[in-house]
Structures are given as structure tokens and as C-alpha cells.
């Protein structure tokens, strides 16, 4: 497709019919309601906190399912906390979910690669065999490879399902450019030497804000697993997050996102991408700390 985040807008309206429920655990991704409300569906949004490392417990996901529920959209690596589940963590959602089998789960797995975790990356429909068919999953080449642009996503999924996601497809972007499709095997079968190196890069940069982050008074920031985003809390900042951010771009000339972009319950959070040099981030980490002596 047209991009992975097409891949899922065009799953949600195969699946989605009018008044359908979409669980959404926030913080998430800041497109994933508007995917549900295209598809006339309505967001089901689960809170979850600093103390689940930002990530859906199996209580509250069955807490959350009625009989309207049809689609759990599931993002690890996480945009914007880099949260990641694990297997044992994926298996306990999957549990729940065999009692409905009406459920789809939309897993976005964008950010595959990028992953530092004790155990290694593991999938939903890895962790689940026997849900293979509850399982949508969502995957791309622009994240891990850098290929930004080039506008190729794919999903795996059930043969029935892919059949009507493959209609909405061709009518509304027709088809991927054929110069992407070639690049995209040759990233997919490749040598990783070059990913392995960026994944790397990443990790040091990570390492490198963390510590920046923590040494700014009333800012605290727990380490990510993956993706190439932390989620700082600055809840002990007397200003709230909308009003942080501009204030971080006018004085101190530093982008970020207020955490309210990816669900209300992001107040209090701040999102910045270390999708740059140590160099820079460094400047940033003191550009920032300046600004906030002064308020």
C-alpha cells in the first residue's frame, strides 16, 4: 500500500461497520481515532500509565470489551512512549482475547527493528498462533529501513479479510509505485549490517536524552525500549503541556510534542523524537534546561 498507516485506515473499514467499538490504548498514535471515526466506528480509549510502562493490562482490556467491540489496535515498538511487549505479555492479551473471536487485533509493527528489549521483538500473530486469524499485522519500510517517502506498507492477514482490504486499496491509491516495491524486497532481503548499525546509533542517542532529561530539575524520563521517541514526565512543571510546548519553541527553540496529541491522558507527558545527532539533542537538553530556569 500507499504507506503503512493506508494499510490501516483501509483494514479498519473492512472490518469496522457503523457503530463498531475500536479499543485504543493511549498514549497512541495520533491518527489511530480517526482511522475508527472514517470507518464510523467509535474509539474506545484505555488509559494506561507510567507504571504498566505504558502499555494495555489484560484486566483492562477485558474491562473494555463489549459486544459492539471489534478491533484492538496494539503498537509495539511504541509511537509516542517506545513501550514494547513482550511475548509473555502478548500471550496474557491473547488469552482474553480467545473468549472473543470477533476481535480483530491491528498490530502495528512499524517499528520492529528498533528494539533494545532484554527479549527479542515478538509479533502478536508469533506470540498467538492458534489467533492467526484474529490477527492483522501492519508493517512498513519506512522506520527500520529509511526509506521515508518511498510510501510502502503491507499487512498479513486472513485471505477473506485481505480480499476486501485489497478493493478499498485499488480504488483509492490504485497501486504502489513499482520502483518502491523493488527497493522494498531488496531491504527486506538484504544484508542488515546497515540496520544494525542505525539501530545502534539509536541507542546511543536514547542513552544520551535519557540522561539529559533526568538531569533537568522536575523533568524524570523513564528509558524506552524501542522506536526512537521518549515520553518524559513534567507533570511538577507549573504549565500545562500545550502550554510547555509553545513555550519550549518560542524560548528555547526546541520542537517537542505535548502528550495530549496522542490522547488526553498525555497530560503531563512530553514526546521528542532523538531522530538526530548527540550534537544537536545535547543543544537541545541545554537550550531547554535555560528555558525552564526561567519560568
Known amino acids: 500500500s500507499c504507506g503503512a498507516k493506508h494499510t490501516l485506515v483501509n483494514a479498519c473499514m473492512a472490518i469496522l461497520s457503523h457503530g463498531d467499538e475500536a479499543i485504543i490504548p493511549a498514549p ?3 491518527s489511530y481515532p480517526d482511522m475508527v471515526r472514517v470507518a ?3 474509539p474506545v480509549i484505555i488509559e494506561t500509565g507510567i507504571d ?3 502499555k494495555v493490562t489484560p484486566q483492562q482490556l477485558e474491562a473494555a470489551i463489549t459486544d459492539k467491540t471489534r478491533v484492538l489496535f496494539l503498537n509495539s515498538p511504541s509511537n509516542p512512549s517506545g513501550s514494547c511487549y513482550s511475548r509473555e505479555e502478548l500471550v496474557a492479551l491473547g ?3 480467545k473468549s472473543h473471536p470477533q476481535i480483530v487485533v491491528l498490530a502495528d509493527d512499524i517499528y520492529e527493528h528498533i528494539h ?5 521483538f515478538c509479533s502478536m500473530a508469533t506470540a498467538c498462533p492458534d489467533l492467526i486469524d484474529q490477527v492483522v499485522t501492519i508493517n512498513g519500510v519506512s522506520k527500520c529501513y529509511a526509506m521515508t517517502g518511498w510510501r510502502l506498507g503491507f499487512g498479513v492477514m ?3 479479510l485481505a480480499k476486501k482490504v485489497e478493493q478499498l486499496m485499488i480504488n483509492s491509491n490504485s497501486c504502489t509505485a513499482t520502483f518502491s516495491q523493488y527497493a522494498a524486497v531488496e531491504a527486506l532481503k538484504g544484508p542488515t549490517d546497515e540496520v544494525d548499525a542505525m539501530v545502534e546509533t539509536f541507542r546511543k542517542r536514547r542513552d544520551f536524552i535519557v540522561a539529559g532529561l533526568n538531569e533537568i530539575p522536575d523533568v524524570s524520563c523513564i528509558t524506552p525500549k524501542g522506536a526512537f521517541y521518549v515520553f518524559p514526565n ?3 512543571i507549573k504549565m500545562s503541556t500545550q502550554e510547555l510546548e509553545h513555550y519550549l519553541l518560542n524560548e528555547a527553540g526546541v520542537a517537542i510534542l505535548s502528550g495530549t496529541a496522542f490522547g488526553k491522558y498525555g497530560n503531563g507527558y512530553l514526546r521528542f523524537s532523538y531522530a538526530n545527532s548527540i550534537k544537536n539533542i545535547g543543544k537541545a537538553l541545554e537550550r531547554m534546561k535555560d528555558a525552564l530556569e526561567r519560568i
Open 52 to 54: 504498566s510502562d505504558f
Open 234 to 236: 513534567v507533570k511538577k
Open 158 to 160: 486472513r485471505e477473506d
Open 116 to 120: 533494545w528489549a532484554a527479549t527479542p
Open 95 to 97: 488469552e482474553v482475547l
Open 40 to 42: 464510523e466506528g467509535k
Open 28 to 30: 497512541y498514535w495520533v
